[in-house]
């Protein structure tokens, strides 16, 4: 069943929805964007995914329904174990009623991306553009580099209401994050530019840093490699780092 | 037989004299490894004794069926065992984990994120002035370490212990720390942080350190600092102490920075103390065959690399598997509960000489040769210098690689390829 | 099955054969006159034949590359295609050891050589080798810069030294001698390096000029296969070429009917002019010279590719500046009274102007030293992919191609280099001549290089005719010298249409001349220096027979 329209349409419902029909055996690697919305039906229904080591069509795993050709995706029930929704993403919209599994919105480049539960690892990871925002919680490694990789998020924005992982916005060139709630360890690490807020609690902040902004709302530990100024820290002097570390107002 | 290697520890040991199962010079660790164990006595699918085809048959027909078969263990046994092991995880479409995601893997990432710079054993037993250990206790896990390699070794340049400066860095006073010249005791979960202190004082950034850091007074680190850059050839030994704790990976990588640092002004290497004897093996074989060391998902044919999500612990926490096949290793009793809940959900195929937790939840257990005594093979020591462990014991037991060849055949038949 | 290879147009340079259409005929792995029956038959009409390539210089093996893998999971992402039933083969620049034989073959090359190994970690190096399958392959071990050599070097005792470089080639199963920066690696033990031939080295007062002609010394009164192999000390550095020079003409003292006595390699990456990065220029002109008018010696490219690279050698010293240079993750191995080895990633950079004058530097000293006397290399993984092979034929043999190419280079070149003013073009025999016959020569492999009687039976056929094809279209012949039609490995078609269909495996060549002295003579201080080795002298080295297919040579 479609649910209710999504904020900020117009009450018009032209979207994509699914729901999971059976009890995954193993995860499921969906690389599925918006625009997978505005295809033919049948289309839709073939789309491949990765369950296991198997190719299997889109309408095997799940209940699909479509309503309109706009590039809006609706994803109902427990996405917990479906990974890489919304993948490199540039356009359009997806709404995950409950929680979606890992590098969902991974190198993302526009468009937006709705999680009203939780999210997993590697949210917006090596994102680009576009914006991404979580209600509930969100697990480690929050828009980092993959591994090997020497850039980290880019560009766009990331809001998490509720606490994230530890690891966030390692090498981070551009964008925002923004998390509401705590945060666990090493925030911002070898940053370079863009700037990350997190209004609770966090462990270790700033690490080998050379530039951008972190803004701390509670309590933190700054490494020591920080010089103290006015209004907070500038660092990490070891890589002759610019980046600044600050109370949030 | 003389000159045999000891396959306990990842040091070693290569000069073990047998006569029988009693060996000579073997520390207590590797006698214990060595004395007469209990064994698997045949094949067990289900409760019953079959022949060592049958209960290939049967697992080989699991492992085909699984949307993503996890194989994991390979640590305690010989490379041309890993190398099947690794085919055949491709060959399947599963995963290939070792015993490295559960307590080297933090080494490894914070290696792809700035290196390592390593060196041999060797260097430490001819060249170290200054010996380091942080967060491990050879004493106690490398029994032979300190004679053999690292504190009192006599080596061609540095000749003994009064030679050396050996540094002990830990949460407590552990055996190794009363070999010390110096005891730096830290507060659990400040390594990083240390290691940030260190970098700040050796780069003339004095001024970012506070008073106290991690436990460690300012000055007491100054100190520190100052030895280390006094050595004229240093190496830092680090251990689960280290990859074990609070950011357990950017804590290394952070210790890798105070080494490139070091090397600005003199010389260092760092060396992780690797557990079971052929750790080192089950990563590099991996490494030429698919890419990676650990947590290697072939799913789509070809390798990827997802330490958050297939290595053992996280493919069965995140019941992203659906068989498992364990060679040479007791997850059962070594994983966390979650895991160890999902291992019993799914059919286990176990390759172990030895039975063990996990023989209890498995669905086959096939009995395997013991790897240095009744079978022969390649082996990596700590440091990656390879070794030949020896056979010199006949067996009625199959060996590891011949029973991963069997499967593999059967694999790759049934798979029409 | 015999193999009948119809109609081609064979190029041979070895046997005086330069576009004659003849057929070849392969039986039992081995070229053969001529098969009358049960011969499956190839159609070559009008097509290139040639021997299988030879690589004479990459790092396809062992403790570095793996090391290289296991640091670099960026460069593991990408796949390759392959068949069915094949491994599977990953890699951008650095490959998995299945991928290594399949772009071998997919480009018509049949064999290559690891000029670098540890002889420590040499059972390593021989498990990887093992795992590479199609092409035949070989392992040089490392002696610049250990103890044992720069001892009997001090004390000139050649003698001894020959002793010391059998016994090492029995227990590494090598193929021959190796020399980076002598001496250098020594002195990075204590952070340090040599930088001309005549410095000391600390603790052994002996300088890199005794320890190469002691070397060569060794290995001509040995008479092993291949020459003393050389990377020069200075790798790297501006003004570098008057080492590089200076190391060229030692050779100068010794003769050897067959080949060369020094080989230097990579020496691209040691022929630069200038004395800073500013005013960095190509010395290629003078070296091409006297490498050109030196008989006894012969050289590779060591040609760098614009892209992706990771820098792999045991110039420890090196590695760590260019750690510092780059600002790019380090690895590091010192290895005790042996050697070292340093792993450091690189982006040649054509917006770059010494990355530029680099690309530049190789190119003229493929274009200007005698095609009899210089192989194609890029050192791989040091200069970028061996698979860009192809790439550096076509460019060397259209001049088209290279203004197209330089167009997209920094224009630093014009003023740092000749390449812009060169206008000659290599033929297609010259380029046989750069990947099979020098190569094979340089080795001293006979039965590889050539289709004579009793060769090896690994051919490669292309879809260019020798008698016609036009240099200015390079697109062509890129296009035919990257998709060989056939790739033969000992009489087994390995690869159609550019894509492998077949696996086979091919042998480790190694070299056995204990019968040409004797270890007595080192006893004792064999003895003495295992007291400092972590392994014991019964556990040091490899069996043959623990190795799938080992090839003994017996030099001589
Ligand atoms: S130190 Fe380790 S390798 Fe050596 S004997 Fe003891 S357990 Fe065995
Ligand atoms: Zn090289």
Redesign the pocket.
């Known amino acids: 069943m479609a649910s209710k329209p999504v904020a900020g349409y117009g009450g018009v419902i032209i979207l994509l929805v699914m729901k999971p029909r059976v009890d995954f055996e193993v995860n499921v690697e969906a690389e599925i964007t918006p625009e997978l919305a505005a295809k033919p039906f049948e289309e839709i229904k073939q789309f491949k995914v990765y369950y296991g080591n198997r190719l299997v069509p889109l309408e095997e795993l799940f209940e699909i329904e479509k309503k309109g050709d706009d590039e809006i995706l609706i994803l109902e029930g427990d996405f917990s174990r479906v990974k890489w929704i919304g993948k490199s993403m540039e356009k359009g919209e997806v709404v995950i009623k409950g929680d979606i599994g890992a590098h969902c919105g991974a190198f993302m480049k526009g468009g937006k991306i709705t999680v009203e539960g939780n999210a997993d690892d590697w949210l917006g990871a090596e994102m680009e553009g576009g914006e991404i925002a979580v209600r509930g919680n969100t697990g480690n490694l929050v828009a980092c580099p993959y591994w090997g990789n020497l850039k980290g998020m880019k560009g766009g924005r990331i809001t998490v209401y509720g606490n994230a992982g530890n690891y966030i916005g390692e090498k981070m060139c551009g964008g925002e994050i923004e998390i509401r709630g705590d945060a666990g360890d090493f925030v911002g690490t070898e940053m370079k530019d863009g700037k990350i807020t997190i209004h609770g609690n966090c462990g270790y902040v700033g690490g080998d840093m050379k530039g951008g902004e972190i803004f701390i709302g509670g309590s933190f530990e700054v490494v020591p490699a920080f010089i103290k100024t006015d209004d907070g820290f500038i660092g990490d002097v070891n890589v002759k780092g610019k980046g600044k570390v600050k109370a949030l107002k | 037989m003389r000159n045999a290697i000891c396959t306990f520890c990842g040091n070693a040991c290569d000069d073990i004299e047998f006569d029988g199962f009693v060996g000579k010079n073997l520390c207590p660790l590797g006698e214990a490894k060595f004395s007469a164990k209990q064994r698997i006595e045949g094949p067990v699918v289900n409760g019953e004794r079959v022949s060592y085809e049958e209960a290939i048959d049967r697992a080989v027909e699991i492992l085909v069926n699984a949307k993503r078969p996890l194989l994991y263990g390979f640590a305690s046994t010989v490379n041309e065992a890993i190398r099947l092991g690794v085919i055949l995880a491709e060959k399947l479409g599963g995963i290939y984990d070792q015993c490295s995601s559960v307590c080297h893997a933090p080494s490894t990432l914070a290696m792809i994120e700035e290196g390592i710079p390593g060196g041999t054993l060797g260097q430490a037993k001819n060249r170290a002035d200054v010996v380091v250990f942080w967060g491990c206790n050879p004493v106690e896990a490398h029994p032979r370490h300190p004679s053999r390699y690292s504190v009192m070794a006599k080596g061609f340049l540095t000749k003994g212990r009064q030679y050396r400066h050996v540094i002990v860095v830990d949460v407590r006073k552990t055996a190794t720390a009363y070999l010390a010249t110096e005891f730096y005791q830290v507060k659990p979960g400040y390594d990083y942080a240390i290691f940030s202190a260190l970098r700040s004082i050796i780069n003339g950034h004095e001024d970012a350190v506070p008073d106290e850091v991690g436990g460690v007074s300012r000055e007491k680190l100054k100190e520190f600092a100052d030895i280390l850059v006094n050595g004229k050839y240093g190496v830092i030994f680090y251990g689960l102490g280290l990859t074990h704790t609070r950011g357990s990976d950017r804590s290394v990588e952070n210790l890798v920075k105070l080494v490139q640092t070091l090397n600005r002004h003199t010389r260092y290497i760092i060396q992780p103390m690797r557990g079971h004897f052929n750790v080192v093996g089950a990563s590099a074989v991996a490494a030429w065959e698919a890419g990676y060391e650990y947590a290697i998902d072939f799913s789509r044919g070809h390798s990827r690399f997802f330490p958050s999500e297939f290595t053992a612990v996280e493919a069965l926490i995140r019941r992203d598997c659906d068989a498992a096949l364990i060679i040479a290793s007791d997850p059962a009793a070594h994983f966390p509960k979650r895991a160890v809940e999902r291992l019993t959900e799914i059919p286990v195929i176990q390759i172990d000489p030895h039975p063990n937790i996990t023989t209890l939840i498995a669905d086959i257990v096939i009995p395997s040769a013991l790897v240095g005594i009744e079978a022969e093979g390649t082996i990596y020591r700590m440091d990656g210098i390879p070794l030949r462990v020896k056979k010199f014991k006949e067996t009625e037991y199959w060996s590891d690689y011949e029973i991963l060849k069997l499967m593999l055949d059967k694999v790759i038949r049934l798979k029409g390829e | 099955m015999a193999l009948q290879i119809k109609n081609g147009i064979v190029v041979d340079p070895k046997n005086g054969i330069s576009g004659e259409k003849m057929d070849i005929f392969i039986k039992d792995g081995k070229i053969v006159e001529e098969v009358k029956k049960n011969c499956r038959v190839i159609d070559a009409t009008g097509k290139l034949v040639v021997a299988g390539g030879i690589d004479l210089?990459?790092?396809i093996a062992g403790c570095k590359i793996n090391t290289g893998r296991a640091m670099r999971p960026e460069e593991m992402r990408f796949v390759r295609r392959k068949s069915n039933g094949l491994r599977a083969a990953v890699g951008r620049t650095l490959l998995t050891s299945p991928a290594i034989g399949y772009e071998y073959a997919k480009m018509g090359y049949t064999t290559a050589v690891d000029?670098?190994t540890p002889s420590l970690y040499v059972i390593h190096t021989h498990e990887e080798l093992d795992s590479i399958p199609i092409i035949d392959k070989a392992t040089l071990p490392l002696f610049g810069n250990w103890h044992q050599v720069m001892r009997y070097s001090a004390d000139k005792d050649i003698e001894k030294l020959k002793s010391f470089v059998a016994w090492v080639l029995e227990r590494t199963k090598g193929y021959g001698v190796k020399l980076?920066n002598p001496g250098g690696v020594e002195a990075w033990m204590y952070g340090g390096n040599v930088h001309t031939l005549d410095d000391a080295v600390p603790g052994f007062g002996v300088t890199p000029r005794e320890i190469i002609t002691s070397l060569i010394a060794a290995v001509e009164e040995l008479n092993l296969p291949h020459s003393a192999h050389i990377?020069c000390n200075n790798l790297g550095m501006p003004g570098n070429y008057e080492t590089t020079m200076e190391t060229i003409k030692l050779a100068k003292g010794f003769e050897n009917r067959d080949r060369q006595v020094l080989h230097v390699?990579?020496v691209q990456f040691n022929a630069y002019t200038g004395s800073s990065w500013r005013d960095i220029g190509s010395g290629a002109e003078e070296i091409a010279k006297l490498v050109n008018r030196i008989e006894s010696v012969t050289i590779d490219m060591?040609q760098p590719i614009f892209g992706h690279a990771t820098t792999?050698?045991a110039d420890c010293p090196w590695q760590f500046e260019l750690h510092k240079l780059a600002k790019a993750k380090w690895c590091n191995r010192d290895i005790e009274l042996e050697t070292g080895g340093g792993i450091v990633p690189y982006v040649y950079r054509a917006k770059n102007a010494v990355n530029s004058v680099q690309w530049a530097t190789g190119l003229e000293l493929g274009l200007l030293v005698d095609a009899d006397k210089i192989a194609i290399s890029t050192?791989?993984p040091?200069g970028g992919p061996f698979n860009s092979y192809p790439y550096i034929a076509t460019l060397l043999m259209s001049k088209k191609f290279r203004d197209e190419e330089m167009k997209k280079a920094h224009p630093y070149i014009e003023k740092a280099t000749s390449l812009p003013s060169i206008d000659a073009e290599r033929t297609i025999e010259d380029i046989v001549k750069m990947t099979r016959v020098t190569p094979a020569r340089v080795l001293g492999m006979k039965n590889k290089g050539h289709l004579g009687t009793g060769a090896d039976g690994d051919v490669a056929v292309y879809d260019i005719n020798p008698m016609d094809y036009n240099s200015s279209n390079f697109q062509a012949i890129l296009k035919a010298l990257k998709n060989p039609l056939y790739t033969i490995k000992s009489g087994e078609i390995v690869v159609k249409d550019g894509d492998v269909v077949s696996e086979v495996w091919g042998r480790t060549y190694w070299v056995d001349v204990r019968d040409k002295t004797t270890t007595e003579l080192i006893e004792r201080d064999l003895e003495e220096y295992f007291n400092y080795y972590t392994v014991n002298r019964e556990n040091y080295g490899v069996e043959e027979r623990w190795l799938q297919n080992p090839l003994r040579v017996m030099a001589g």
């Open positions: 210089h990459a790092h000029p670098a980076v990377h390699t990579h060591g792999m050698t050192d791989y040091n």
